[in-house]
């Protein structure tokens, strides 16, 4: 059987402009789940298990409202509050996210390719920080685009001690297909402030793949959480100026938001979820 799931192997990349210029570049690999296929994968690969204990794993309760079994389910409904119309049954996301190694994650950004009779009618972007709390962006895509797609909306959380809260995110994202790129621009009212993405080669998501992925990045899930602590210890020591948290009114929250195509401005409102 062909899978639409997949690993993408690739890098990260991070670019701040100013007030002190400051880069990293790391090795990383990202699945690409059709949660369709979750029970396929769980039976079919020796090193995965949704739902439980694995080398690899993925958990519902890692993302959306956190209920166990409900995930497709919430997405459907942030599709149907933002007026995107799927066709009975035919729904299809794709999550981009980083698995559990050894049990342990962290994903500051999956992203949600959702897809109506193979057409995409919408991107979700859920956005985690190290405070435990998520913001997911739902914006629906142009009808008629193909290729590259180009998303605007303000922030809505506070992600990291060094970027300021009034900021607006700007996507550039090429959906999986032989290759994917995730590629965001941050900026605030004096321009520019910091580049990330991630870039990534498909390669078939099998039983070896996941072997070959664990020798060549042996507890990456870590040294993701190791990496963003240790650039901030780099940016601290370069007197960038830090920006305290302020909690989120709701841990678990969304906003739609809908790109005004002429402007380039986004709208929406925001919900928090239900606990």
């Given at each position: 059987?062909?899978?639409?799931?997949?690993?993408?192997?690739?890098?990260?990349?991070?670019?701040?402009?100013?007030?002190?210029a400051?880069?990293m570049?790391y090795?990383?690999?990202?699945l690409?789940?059709?949660l369709?296929?979750?029970?396929?994968?769980d039976?079919?690969?020796?090193?995965?298990?949704?739902?439980?204990?694995?080398?690899?794993?993925?958990?519902d309760?890692?993302?959306?409202?956190?209920?166990?079994?409900?995930?497709?389910r919430?997405?459907?409904?942030?599709?149907?509050?933002?007026?995107?119309?799927?066709?009975?049954?035919?729904?299809?996301v794709?999550?981009?996210?980083?698995?559990?190694?050894?049990g342990y994650v962290f994903n500051?950004?999956?992203?949600?390719?959702?897809?109506?009779?193979?057409q995409?009618?919408?991107?979700?972007?859920?956005?985690?920080?190290?405070?435990?709390?998520?913001?997911?962006?739902?914006?629906?895509?142009?009808?008629?685009?193909?290729?590259?797609?180009?998303h605007?909306c303000?922030?809505e959380?506070?992600?990291?001690?060094?970027?300021?809260?009034?900021?607006?995110?700007?996507f550039?994202?090429?959906?999986?297909?032989?290759?994917?790129?995730?590629?965001?621009?941050?900026?605030?009212?004096?321009?520019?402030?910091?580049?990330?993405?991630?870039?990534?080669?498909?390669?078939?998501?099998?039983?070896?793949?996941?072997?070959?992925?664990?020798?060549?990045y042996p507890?990456?899930?870590?040294?993701?959480?190791?990496?963003?602590?240790?650039?901030?210890?780099?940016?601290?020591?370069?007197?960038n100026?830090?920006?305290?948290?302020?909690?989120?009114?709701?841990?678990?929250?969304?906003?739609?938001?809908?790109?005004?195509?002429?402007?380039?401005?986004p709208?929406?409102?925001?919900k928090?979820?239900?606990?």
């Amino acid at each position: 059987m062909t899978l639409r799931s997949a690993i993408y192997a690739g890098h990260v990349v991070h670019a701040r402009h100013r007030p002190r210029a400051h880069k990293m570049r790391y090795r990383v690999f990202s699945l690409l789940l059709d949660l369709d296929e979750l029970p396929l994968l769980d039976k079919g690969l020796r090193l995965f298990g949704h739902n439980r204990r694995a080398v690899f794993s993925f958990r519902d309760s890692d993302h959306g409202a956190g209920e166990t079994g409900g995930l497709k389910r919430w997405v459907g409904q942030h599709l149907a509050d933002a007026g995107v119309a799927v066709s009975d049954g035919s729904l299809r996301v794709d999550m981009l996210c980083y698995p559990r190694m050894f049990g342990y994650v962290f994903n500051p950004l999956t992203v949600y390719f959702c897809y109506d009779q193979n057409q995409l009618v919408a991107i979700l972007y859920e956005v985690r920080n190290t405070f435990h709390e998520r913001h997911t962006y739902i914006i629906p895509t142009d009808a008629e685009q193909t290729g590259t797609v180009r998303h605007s909306c303000a922030k809505e959380m506070y992600v990291s001690p060094f970027v300021p809260m009034e900021c607006t995110y700007d996507f550039r994202i090429l959906p999986p297909s032989e290759k994917v790129l995730v590629a965001i621009n941050e900026s605030d009212d004096q321009g520019a402030l910091l580049f990330a993405s991630f870039a990534g080669e498909r390669r078939p998501l099998t039983s070896g793949a996941l072997l070959r992925a664990l020798l060549s990045y042996p507890l990456m899930t870590l040294k993701i959480m190791g990496a963003i602590h240790w650039e901030a210890l780099l940016l601290w020591a370069k007197g960038n100026p830090i920006y305290r948290h302020k909690p989120a009114s709701n841990r678990i929250a969304s906003s739609i938001n809908v790109n005004d195509v002429a402007a380039g401005a986004p709208m929406g409102g925001m919900k928090n979820e239900p606990r």
